[in-house]
C-alpha cells in the first residue's frame, strides 16, 4: 500500500546512514527506497518505515536543523527495551534530555516512553499520580521501577 502522507526529516548529507540506523533499532522497519540523482552519488532522497510508519530522508543541506517541536515518539514493552534504545539513540554524540527526551547523533529529537507510564501518571489515586509525575520530572531515561515505588509510596 501506498500512503500519500509521511514525515519528512531534513538531514545535511547524512539521510541514509540515519535512515539505516532507524531502521536496525525499530522492529517492523525498512529502507524502501534510495533515490541517488547520479548512480554512484551519494542519496537525494531515502524513504523508510519504522514499524510501518512512513519517512522519507532528504540530504537538503545545512539550512535547516532539527528542533524538539517535533520529535519521534516510541512506546517500549519493558525497561530492556527502554534501556536498548535509549543506550543506542544517545550513543556516539547523541544527548539526553529530561523525562524521556533525547536527541540522538543526527539531532532528532526522540520520546522513550514505556507502555506502562500512563497507568502510574495517571493513576485513580491523585496523591499517587502526583508522586509518579513528580518522579518521572527529575528522570531522564524512564525508570518503570521508581515510577512503580513513586506509586507505591504513599
Not at 62 to 82: G, H, L, N, W, Y
Not at 97 to 126: E, N, T
Request: with cysteine.
Amino acid at each position: 500500500m501506498t500512503r500519500s502522507v509521511k514525515t519528512c526529516l531534513w538531514f545535511d548529507g547524512q539521510a541514509e546512514q540515519a535512515a539505516a540506523f532507524y531502521v536496525s533499532l525499530i522492529a517492523n522497519s525498512r529502507i524502501t527506497s534510495v533515490f541517488r540523482p547520479q548512480a554512484e552519488g551519494p542519496a537525494l532522497m531515502v524513504e523508510f518505515e519504522l514499524d510501518g510508519t512512513p519517512y522519507q530522508g532528504l540530504n537538503g543541506g545545512p539550512q535547516f536543523k532539527f528542533s524538539e517541536a517535533a520529535s519521534i515518539s516510541v512506546r517500549t514493552e519493558d525497561q530492556a527495551q527502554t534501556d536498548q534504545l535509549w543506550a543506542a539513540l544517545t550513543a556516539d554524540g547523541g544527548q539526553e534530555s529530561m523525562c524521556g527526551w533525547l536527541k540522538d547523533r543526527f539531532g532528532l529529537s526522540w520520546q522513550i516512553v514505556p507502555a506502562d507510564l500512563p497507568k502510574y501518571i495517571a493513576h485513580p489515586d491523585p496523591a499517587a499520580a502526583g508522586r509518579a509525575m513528580k518522579a518521572m520530572l527529575q528522570m531522564k531515561k524512564l525508570d518503570i521501577a521508581a515510577l512503580a515505588a513513586a506509586v507505591r509510596a504513599g
